[in-house]
């Protein structure tokens, strides 16, 4: 392998497996042509719109969305997986993200990602971590994850809402304070009081 390709190999595994166009530009020193040829090749792939990864390596959706992804925030369903509050694994990937965040970044195919735009304030509320594919990935804490789980019981099938709320109801690890300070903030406080605080 030349040192050219080592190079990209080598900052390409810095940046998780994924990198943007500019930045093989910048720190790989490609060029438009150069980048058309290694792709041509089979030395590199094209994920999405200027995204690429090396050929050979088949990343997992885990890989992906932490690449892709590292300004979300995993909420809903996907917060309630990786919480243990559901069994089975979502078929797509719930992600809050900057309402001024490029539409265009969601265009893909695999893995399947469905975005909630959310005020850049708002977005930074009850935010923790979990480590996903061995890096930081940022996920909603409980707390804020069933207060946006009751703001948007619409779009959560019947048994999963029964699932999150028992879910939550039995974790050791809540915090009822934190919890009615994010119900306020959330506009759910009604919805908390009814279906959460007559079991606490």
Known sequence: MDEKKQLIVEKIGEHNGIMK???LYDECGLDY?????????????????????LKETKKSEEEMIVALFPDGVLCLESALYY????????????????????????????P????????????????STITLAGQEMKIYDRDRMICDVL??????????????I??????????????????KERKVQTKVQN???VWL
């Open 83 to 110: 919480y243990g509050y559901i069994k089975d694994k979502p078929f797509s990937w719930d992600i809050a993200v900057d309402k001024n965040t490029s539409k265009s970044r969601f265009l893909i195919d695999y």
């Open 33 to 53: 042509r150069t980048l058309d040829t290694l792709v041509k090749n089979g030395f590199l792939e094209r994920i999405k719109n200027g995204y690429y990864g």
């Open 166 to 183: 028992r879910g939550y109801i039995n974790d050791s690890n809540k915090d009822i304070h934190h919890l009615l300070e994010y119900a």
């Open 151 to 164: 703001k948007y019981e619409h779009k959560l099938d019947r048994e999963i809402l029964k699932q999150a």
């Open 112 to 127: 399947v990602v469905v975005p909630f735009y959310t005020e850049p304030r708002v977005l930074q509320i009850g935010v």
């Open 21 to 23: 166009t500019c930045q």
């Open 195 to 197: 279906m959460i605080g």
